[in-house]
C-alpha cells in the first residue's frame, strides 16, 4: 500500500508522456508550419532579407545597391501578390506562383515544340501542318523510307488502288453546280475556302486568300460577316453566306432585305449564295459582337450600327420550316438573277436531313448544293462544349445527307459539298468516295497564308496576323507573297488527288466509290466502307421506305417542320436493332 497522493513511479510516468507528447506535438506542429511558411513564402522573404542586408552593405559599398535594386520589383510583385484575393496560388505563394503561370501558358508551345510526335498532334498533326506549309512553299510534301503510320492500328484506313492505273488523270477536275431551276450554273474547283469572316480574319489574310482564289480558278467563301471591300480587291470567285445575322443585307431590325441582297448578290464575282444553317465547331449558336467591334468599316459591311451590340439569332427569321427554306432559297436564287444557291450545315438529328429532301419533293424547289459541315470544323472562337459534343463529325453527318439526297432521287440535281479537316489530297478522295462532289477547307487555307496553330485566335494577338485586327501584326502577312501559295497549295493537293484516282484506275474522283475506301476496324480485320456504312441505292426512300435502315427517320420527316411527325422514341423501341439501332450502320455480315 502507499500513502494517499504518493503515487508509485509506474503511474507518475504517464502524466509526464502526454505532456512530453504534447509539447512533441507543438514542436512539430511549429515546425511543419514553419516548413509549409518556408515553402510558401521562403523566395519572398529571401528576397526580402537579401535587399536588407544589401542595402546596409551598400553603406560601406556602393556595388551591394546594385543588388537590392534588382530585388526591389520582385519584392514589389510578392506584395502584389500577398494582397491581392483573385488567385489563390499567387495569394499562398508570391512570386513562385507566377512560375506555374508561365508554364502553364508555354504548356501548348512545350507541348507542340517539344513534347508532340508528328502525328499526334491536335487539332492538326505536325505532318498535316508540314504537309500544307510544304505544298504552299511549292514543294511536294515527299517523305523517304516509307510511311510512318501504324498499318495495323485500329485508324488506319487506305484506298484500294488498281493492276490497271489511269494514264492521264483530269489534273484540275471541276464540277458543275446549279440545276435546272438556275441560269447561271457555277464551274467550281474540287476544292475551295470555306466560310470565313472578315472579323475572324484578318484584313491581310482575307486579301491574300482572294488572292490566291484568284489565281488558282477556285472560289473563296466571305463567311457570314458579309462581303467586305477586302473580298474584291483581286476579283476571286466568291460564295456569298448568309447567316442568320444576314449581314450585308438586312434591315434596321435585323431582318432579310431582299433588296440589299438583290443589288450585291447581282455582282459578277459572287458566283452562288449560301444559307448558313450551322457550322460544326458551334451547331444551334447565335453570335454576339460586342459594340466595342463594331468599328465603322465592320459596320458599314454588315449594315450595323456602329458601336453597338450586333446578335445572331440562333436561327432564321426568314424560315422555320423546311418549306420555308426552300422557298426562301428559291427567292434569294431569283433575286441573284439566278446563280446557283445552296445550304450549309452539320448534321444534327437524323430525320431532318430527310425532312429537306421531303420538302423538296413536295415543292419541286430543288437547292444547287448542300454543304455538309463536320462537327470537327474550326471556328474563330466557340464555347468548348459546343465544339467537342454537339455535331455529327463528317464521315457520318456526309453519308446520311448523301443516303438522302441519293434515296429521295434528288443527287441529281443538287451537289453535295464536304468540309471538315481536309487539307491532303486523301481528305478530298475520302470525301469524294462517301458522296462528295467538292470539298471546302478553312484551316488548311488558313496553314497555307501562315498559321502556325498557335489557337489564339480568338484573343486578338494572332502571331501570324491571320485573326489578328491590329495593324501591327498584320504587317507580318504579305498578301502579294501569300496569296501564291494559298495557289500553290491548292494546286498540289488537287494534284495528289489526281495521283490517288489515277492509282485507284480512274481519270476523274468522281468515280471514287466507298468500297474503294478501307477501313481497319481491328488488329486482323479491315472492311471497305460500304461494309461500315450503308449506301442506300437511287429513289429507295420513295419506294420502300420500310426496307431500309432510316425507315423510323424517313417516317419522322415533315416537310412542313423541323420537329419529328412521329414519337420517335416509341416507335424506335418497338423497332429491333440493328436495323434501326444506328445511323447508318450496316448490320454484321458473317
Ligand atoms: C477562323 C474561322 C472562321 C469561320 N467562320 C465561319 C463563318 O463565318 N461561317 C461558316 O459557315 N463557317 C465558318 N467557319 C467554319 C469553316 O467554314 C469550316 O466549315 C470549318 O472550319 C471546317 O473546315 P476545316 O476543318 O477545313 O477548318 C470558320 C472557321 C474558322 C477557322
Ligand atoms: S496562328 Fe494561331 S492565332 Fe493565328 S490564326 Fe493560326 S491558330 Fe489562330
Given at each position: 500500500m502507499h500513502p494517499p497522493g504518493d503515487l508509485p513511479s509506474a503511474r507518475r510516468v504517464p502524466i509526464f508522456v502526454p505532456i512530453i507528447l504534447f509539447y512533441h506535438c507543438v514542436i512539430c506542429a511549429q515546425t511543419a508550419r514553419m516548413a509549409d511558411v518556408f515553402n510558401r513564402l521562403g523566395v519572398f522573404v529571401a528576397l526580402l532579407l537579401l535587399a536588407l542586408?544589401?542595402?546596409?552593405?551598400?553603406?560601406?559599398?556602393?556595388?551591394?545597391?546594385?543588388?537590392?535594386?534588382?530585388?526591389?520589383?520582385?519584392?514589389?510583385?510578392?506584395?502584389?501578390?500577398?494582397?491581392?484575393?483573385?488567385?489563390?496560388?499567387?495569394?499562398?505563394?508570391?512570386?513562385?506562383?507566377?512560375?506555374?503561370?508561365?508554364?502553364?501558358?508555354?504548356?501548348?508551345?512545350?507541348?507542340?515544340?517539344?513534347?508532340?510526335?508528328?502525328?499526334?498532334?491536335?487539332?492538326?498533326?505536325?505532318?498535316?501542318?508540314?504537309?500544307?506549309?510544304?505544298?504552299?512553299?511549292?514543294?511536294?510534301?515527299?517523305?523517304?523510307?516509307g510511311t510512318e503510320r501504324d498499318v495495323d492500328s485500329s485508324h488506319y484506313s487506305w484506298i484500294n488502288h488498281s493492276i490497271s492505273p489511269c494514264a492521264d488523270p483530269d489534273q484540275s477536275p471541276r464540277v458543275l453546280v446549279g440545276n435546272s431551276q438556275s441560269s447561271q450554273p457555277y464551274s467550281a474547283s474540287l476544292l475551295n475556302i470555306s466560310a470565313m469572316s472578315f472579323g475572324a480574319l484578318s484584313a491581310n489574310a482575307v486579301r491574300a486568300l482572294n488572292l490566291g482564289a484568284k489565281i488558282g480558278g477556285f472560289f473563296h467563301d466571305t463567311g457570314e460577316g458579309g462581303i467586305s471591300s477586302y473580298h474584291l480587291e483581286h476579283g476571286g470567285d466568291l460564295v456569298w453566306e448568309l447567316g442568320s445575322g444576314y449581314f450585308g443585307a438586312r434591315d434596321a431590325d435585323g431582318r432579310f432585305d431582299p433588296a440589299a441582297f438583290a443589288d450585291k448578290a447581282s455582282a459578277d464575282v459572287v458566283k452562288m449564295t449560301e444559307i448558313k444553317l450551322s457550322q460544326g465547331a458551334k451547331p444551334g449558336q447565335g453570335g454576339l459582337l460586342p459594340g466595342a467591334k463594331v468599328t465603322p468599316e465592320i459596320a458599314a459591311i454588315r449594315g450595323i450600327p456602329v458601336g453597338v451590340d450586333c446578335h445572331s439569332p440562333r436561327g432564321h427569321s426568314a424560315f422555320s420550316t423546311p418549306i420555308e427554306l426552300l422557298e426562301f432559297a428559291a427567292r434569294m436564287r431569283e433575286l441573284s438573277g439566278g446563280k446557283p444557291v445552296?445550304?450549309?450545315?452539320?448534321?444534327?438529328?437524323?430525320?431532318?436531313?430527310?425532312?429537306?429532301?421531303?420538302?423538296?419533293?413536295?415543292?419541286?424547289?430543288?437547292?444547287?448544293?448542300?454543304?455538309?459541315?463536320?462537327?470537327?470544323?474550326?471556328?474563330?472562337?466557340?464555347?468548348?462544349?459546343?465544339?467537342?459534343?454537339?455535331?455529327?463529325?463528317?464521315?457520318?453527318?456526309?453519308?446520311?445527307?448523301?443516303?438522302?439526297?441519293?434515296?429521295?432521287?434528288?443527287?441529281?440535281d443538287v451537289r453535295l459539298a464536304a468540309s471538315g479537316k481536309v487539307y491532303s489530297g486523301i481528305g478530298l478522295a475520302r470525301a469524294m468516295a462517301q458522296g462528295a462532289d467538292w470539298c471546302n477547307a478553312a484551316r488548311a487555307f488558313m496553314f497555307s497564308i501562315?498559321?502556325?496553330?498557335?489557337?489564339?485566335?480568338?484573343?486578338?494577338?494572332?502571331?501570324?496576323?491571320?485573326?489578328?485586327?491590329?495593324?501591327?501584326?498584320?504587317?507580318?502577312?504579305?498578301?502579294?507573297?501569300?496569296?501564291?501559295?494559298?495557289?500553290?497549295?491548292?494546286?498540289?493537293?488537287?494534284?495528289?488527288?489526281?495521283?490517288?484516282?489515277?492509282?485507284?484506275?480512274?481519270?476523274?474522283?468522281?468515280?471514287?466509290?466507298?468500297?474503294?475506301?478501307?477501313?481497319?476496324t481491328g488488329p486482323e480485320r479491315a472492311v471497305s466502307m460500304d461494309r461500315i456504312h450503308t449506301f442506300l441505292p437511287a429513289n429507295v426512300l420513295v419506294e420502300a421506305p420500310r426496307s431500309t435502315i432510316y425507315a423510323d427517320w424517313w417516317a419522322a420527316a415533315r416537310a412542313d417542320s423541323f420537329r419529328p411527325a412521329t414519337d420517335l422514341a416509341r416507335q424506335r423501341a418497338s423497332t429491333s436493332p440493328p436495323a434501326g439501332a444506328d445511323i447508318h450502320r450496316q448490320p454484321e455480315r458473317a
Open positions: 542586408v544589401s542595402l546596409v552593405l551598400g553603406m560601406d559599398r556602393p556595388g551591394w545597391l546594385i543588388v537590392a535594386l534588382a530585388c526591389a520589383p520582385f519584392i514589389a510583385l510578392g506584395v502584389a501578390d500577398l494582397a491581392q484575393r483573385h488567385s489563390s496560388v499567387r495569394r499562398n505563394f508570391p512570386i513562385v506562383g507566377h512560375i506555374r503561370t508561365l508554364f502553364y501558358r508555354l504548356r501548348p508551345y512545350l507541348r507542340a515544340y517539344i513534347v508532340e510526335d508528328d502525328l499526334h498532334g491536335t487539332p492538326f498533326s505536325f505532318d498535316a501542318r508540314n504537309l500544307v506549309y510544304a505544298r504552299a512553299d511549292g514543294g511536294e510534301g515527299v517523305q523517304p523510307f445552296g445550304i450549309k450545315l452539320c448534321i444534327g438529328q437524323p430525320h431532318e436531313p430527310f425532312a429537306i429532301a421531303k420538302a423538296m419533293l413536295e415543292t419541286g424547289i430543288r437547292l444547287d448544293y448542300i454543304v455538309v459541315d463536320g462537327g470537327e470544323g474550326g471556328t474563330g472562337a466557340a464555347p468548348m462544349e459546343m465544339s467537342d459534343w454537339v455535331g455529327m463529325p463528317l464521315s457520318e453527318g456526309l453519308v446520311l445527307m448523301r443516303n438522302a439526297l441519293v434515296g429521295a432521287g434528288l443527287k441529281d501562315g498559321c502556325i496553330q498557335a489557337q489564339r485566335c480568338h484573343v486578338g494577338n494572332c502571331p501570324t496576323g491571320v485573326t489578328a485586327q491590329g495593324e501591327a501584326r498584320q504587317r507580318g502577312l504579305v498578301p502579294e507573297v501569300q496569296g501564291p501559295r494559298v495557289a500553290e497549295f491548292h494546286r498540289r493537293t488537287l494534284s495528289a488527288l489526281a495521283d490517288i484516282t489515277a492509282a485507284a484506275g480512274f481519270a476523274h474522283p468522281t468515280s471514287l466509290e466507298p468500297h474503294h475506301l478501307m477501313h481497319r
